[in-house]
């Protein structure tokens, strides 16, 4: 079974689209098309033909360019079953513990609300890559736009679950400030600070941030981190259950 290969398009300022691609059955995912033009020049450029389109969620920023992509290419829209309605083109409607191929490869599909109510990840578990959307960030993680604290936390524990070597490829390049917050509240974090430095480095030479690694994350992203007793005496929540310290911790970034 040949790598499954992943490319990286910057779109609109800060969002992220990413083409996967299985070069034996010469299949190709795009996740998250904001815009079509974009995705359309790097299908060209690489000489990949577009079989599916796979959405994290309905907003724009994500779905934009389905229409257009779908018109040109006949692609196969798959998106959330419980957010049909709002997904532009949808053609295969999937929830948790749904699979869908591209090529040998296997995404497997995981239900996480929060940021929006209908919000899923992909989770490529042979390639150790998850498409994460709006729902984890580098260091951060989305604005609670649809969903409870208690639904968004559900969520992040079951990315928290995943092996520490597992990519994250989420859909917006918000790191460096995710960064500024995490060490706001959570200074002497020494993971945070190794991380922070890093994204010092790879912003100062112009490349992502993105994909980073699960470990990295559970270790220094504070929203993965709202059970953890250091954290919990760093930001005044000792005793506060996870939930309540999430939604906090959620709060303040909200008016950071
Ligand atoms: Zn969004
Ligand atoms: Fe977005």
Known sequence: MARLEIHQIPVLGDNYVYLVHDSVSGETACVDPAVAGPVRDALQGKGWRLSHILNTHHHGDHTGGNMELKQVTGCTIVGSAADAARIPGIDVRVAE???????????????????????????????????????????????????????????LLKFRSLADDTRVYCAHEY??????????????????????????????????????????????????????????AATGLTGQDAVSAFAEIRHRKDIF
């Open 97 to 155: 513990g749904d699979t869908v191929a591209i090529g040998s490869h296997v995404a497997r599909v995981m239900d996480v609300p929060g940021h929006t109510s209908g919000h899923i990840a992909f989770w490529f578990e042979n390639s150790k890559a998850l498409f994460s959307g709006d729902t984890l960030f580098s260091l951060g993680c989305g604005r609670l736009f649809e969903g409870s604290a208690e639904q968004m936390w559900a969520s």
């Open 175 to 232: 790191t460096n400030s995710n960064a500024d917050f995490a060490l706001s509240i959570d200074p002497d974090n020494a993971a945070l600070n190794r991380r922070a430095d890093e994204i010092t480095r790879l912003r100062e030479a112009g490349q992502p941030t993105v994909p980073s690694m699960m470990g990295d994350e559970k270790a220094a992203n504070p929203f993965l981190r709202a059970d953890d007793d250091s954290l919990l």
